[in-house]
């Protein structure tokens, strides 16, 4: 398997959770970041951002959660892409 950028799926992964799985060509674990990040980001954008949830703390749970998918799926691009250059 050709080696791949490091660096590039860490940027990916930072615009939006998994893309740098895709780009690692991990598509099972694309998907499941993927629509992870899409629900938890929807949840967050529909029970108020984190300034609007005054009354409601929905927005800042929801907020919370898409976080923790990015901070994952990051460690997991990292972790994939570095098993790819060793040849695992």
């Known amino acids: 398997m050709a080696k791949k950028n490091t660096y590039l799926a860490m940027i990916l992964s930072a615009i939006f959770p998994s893309l740098g799985l895709a780009y690692d060509g991990e598509m099972k674990k694309f998907i499941c970041y993927f629509i992870l990040g899409i629900i938890f980001l929807g949840l967050w954008i529909h029970f108020g951002m984190p300034l609007d949830a005054e009354v409601d703390n929905t927005g800042y749970c929801c ?19 570095i098993d790819i250059n060793r040849g695992n």
Do not use: E, G, N
């Open 63 to 81: 907020y919370l959660a898409y976080i923790i998918v990015w901070i994952f799926s990051l460690y997991d691009t990292l972790r994939t892409t």
